[in-house]
């Protein structure tokens, strides 16, 4: 991720980039707001129950959305966001896992309804690499070049 200043020091905005090794280069890639709107499409127009779904949408707007690839997010937070109590909550988290769509790091200090306590949520690399893929070939396609930094 990198900010972006303008001539007064302000920050403008945040560009959310992507690092890949290829040829014995790194090169990182600056995501766009067309892959945002690809990843919301792709989370809609995924074949996914209810909850699945909206638990993604929710992840998706407080990660991506916002230019940041995972963020703290509570349970009980989540739950409320989704409409669903917080055991249905845990099924779904453990379903978007096992598929391969969300990654999720736990907090320490075991079992708690509290309100503080944070787990880190993401889209997965996996989710994340199909929609930067699909992305990348429609620029490609339609004579774009997406901006690239070789290191």
Not at 126 to 134: A, H, T
Request: hydrophobic residues 35%; proline residues 1%; charged residues 25%.
């Amino acid at each position: 991720m990198e900010s972006v200043y303008n001539s007064k020091g302000e920050k403008e905005m945040t560009i959310l980039s992507v690092t890949t090794q290829q040829n014995g280069y790194k090169e990182t890639i600056q995501l766009d707001e067309f892959y945002k709107s690809l990843m919301f499409q792709s989370i809609m127009d995924g074949d996914h129950p209810r909850n699945e779904r909206d638990t993604m949408l929710v992840v998706f707007r407080k990660t991506i959305h916002f230019n940041k690839w995972s963020d703290h997010i509570s349970m009980y937070w989540l739950s409320k966001a989704i409409g669903i109590s917080e055991n249905t909550l845990r099924e779904t988290i453990k379903r978007l896992e096992l598929k391969g769509f969300l990654t999720i790091t736990k907090s320490k200090g075991g079992r708690t309804s509290s309100a503080k306590k944070f787990h880190s949520f993401s889209l997965s690399d996996e989710f994340l690499f199909m929609i930067f893929d699909k992305w990348y070939a429609i620029k490609e396609e339609n004579g774009f070049t997406p901006k690239v930094i070789f290191c």
